[in-house]
């Protein structure tokens, strides 16, 4: 019994690093992971093409995207939750998006501070963690680094992103991301 206890911790690194996105029964962005680096804390994920609908207007980012899935846009049209919700943060400022299933046309967003974007395939660096509740910022800047340790330079330094998974009224394990573009 202890032998195997033993085992599962030393793998435990494993199963968390290598584990997929919560998506349950919410749509999620396909990637295919090229790279798992256990040493490092990390892996490589190539996303498929994806497009998303973003506001970088200072405030209220998540109402504006939450009315313009819940109809605010040119069709009135509702749109499900997705997950992750992500922020880019630049030297110019953040950046919040929700994905959009690529089994809709997307509705054009009625409020000029909500775009469209389409992001072209593409690679990331990313550290998974998990916390039991809503990380701070300070956690989120803590992996992080760790990440840009772990790949030493090797990304592109003018954004980062944090992926979260999870409601804001989630109890329980909450797993979260950081991404890095990889160069």
């Not at 199963?15 to 680096?37: E, M």
């Not at 994905?99 to 909500?114: A, E, G, K």
């Not at 300070?138 to 992926?163: F, H, I, M, P, R």
């Amino acid at each position: 019994m202890q032998t195997a206890v033993i085992f599962l911790l030393a793998c435990l690194p494993f199963f968390v690093l290598g584990q997929q996105p919560p998506c349950g029964n919410r749509d999620c962005p396909s990637y295919t992971r090229t790279q798992l680096n256990v040493t490092g804390g990390y892996e490589v994920r190539r996303y498929d093409p994806s497009q998303w609908v973003v506001t970088s207007a200072p405030g209220r980012s998540f109402r504006r995207l939450f009315r313009y899935i819940g109809g605010f846009n040119d069709q009135g049209a509702k749109i499900s939750m997705t997950v992750p919700v992500l922020r880019a943060q630049r030297a110019s400022g953040s950046t919040m998006m929700f994905y959009l299933p690529n089994t809709i046309v997307p509705p054009t967003p009625t409020n000029p501070d909500v775009q469209l974007l389409d992001i072209p395939v593409k690679e990331f660096y990313v550290r998974v963690f998990n916390t039991n509740s809503k990380p701070q910022p300070t956690k989120y800047q803590q992996e992080l680094q760790a990440l840009k340790t772990a790949v030493d330079g090797q990304y592109n330094d003018t954004v980062s992103y944090t992926a979260g998974y999870h409601s804001p009224w989630h109890t329980g394990v909450r797993q979260n991301e950081v991404w890095l573009e990889k160069l």
